[in-house]
T-cell receptor
Framework: KAGVTQTPRYLIKTRGQQVTLSCSPI?????VSWYQQTPGQGLQFLFE???????NKGNFPGRFSGRQFSNSRSEMNVSTLELGDSALYLC???????????FGQGTRLTVV | AQRVTQPEKLLSVFKGAPVELKCNYS??????LFWYVQYSRQRLQLLLR??SRESIKGFTADLNKGETSFHLKKPFAQEEDSAMYYC???????????????FGKGTKLSVIP
């Protein structure tokens, strides 16, 4: 069974730009969660999608958004990028949104 | 609000020595506790969950609700155990079955040959 796949693996963007990250969950998994990992704050929950609906959202500004498609693939978007958005963004999938999550390798975003 | 604390950023032990990675949590409800591990250049992966009460790669963890702890233990450390270990608490805040993981800051375990 293929694991969680995130694309791209690396991104460099300029302040003020927007970015879209993609996540393909494990086949059959309908829940996709996103996390931000930084050296200072560690791993922080962004949001969770299940059957194309956002069910849960962390404490991040509205510049961070996401969506999920009918095939369970998910994208997250960050608009008006700031230097502080530089981080590793991790996607995790689970079968029913349970706490046992399987993580992708992440997309490393650098904002310059 | 829930919180997970891992007091040690770095833990160095000799091969064959016992290992204990500490994790304390605060949460008003019934928590689901997990240990995740990240080996060098690999993705974050689930090591243990408290519900299963099983031993993985020789590691065990017991949930102590009285002390609000979920320490990870292994009697004899191996070099291949060197990795970053994260304790995590899963909770459903949405009421819709959507679990959110709250992670500790992690402990880097270094096993000295």
């Amino acid at each position: 069974k293929a694991g969680v796949t995130q694309t791209p693996r690396y991104l460099i963007k300029t302040r003020g730009q927007q970015v879209t990250l993609s996540c393909s969950p494990i086949s059959g998994h309908r829940s996709v969660s996103w996390y931000q990992q930084t050296p200072g704050q560690g791993l922080q929950f962004l949001f969770e999608y299940f059957s194309e609906t956002q069910r849960n959202k962390g404490n991040f500004p509205g510049r961070f958004s996401g969506r999920q498609f009918s095939n369970s693939r998910s994208e997250m978007n960050v608009s008006t990028l700031e230097l502080g958005d530089s981080a590793l963004y991790l996607c995790a999938s689970s079968s029913l949104g349970g706490a046992e999550a399987f993580f992708g390798q992440g997309t490393r975003l650098t904002v310059v | 609000a829930q919180r997970v604390t891992q007091p040690e950023k770095l833990l160095s032990v000799f091969k064959g020595a016992p290992v204990e990675l500490k994790c304390n949590y605060s949460y008003s409800g019934s928590p689901e506790l997990f240990w995740y591990v990240q080996y060098s250049r690999q993705r974050l992966q689930l090591l243990l969950r408290h519900i299963s009460r099983e031993s993985i790669k020789g590691f065990t963890a017991d949930l102590n609700k009285g002390e609000t702890s979920f320490h990870l233990k292994k009697p004899f450390a191996q070099e291949e155990d060197s990795a970053m270990y994260y304790c995590a608490l899963g909770a459903d805040h949405s009421g819709a079955g959507s679990y959110q993981l709250t992670f500790g800051k992690g402990t880097k375990l270094s096993v000295i040959p």
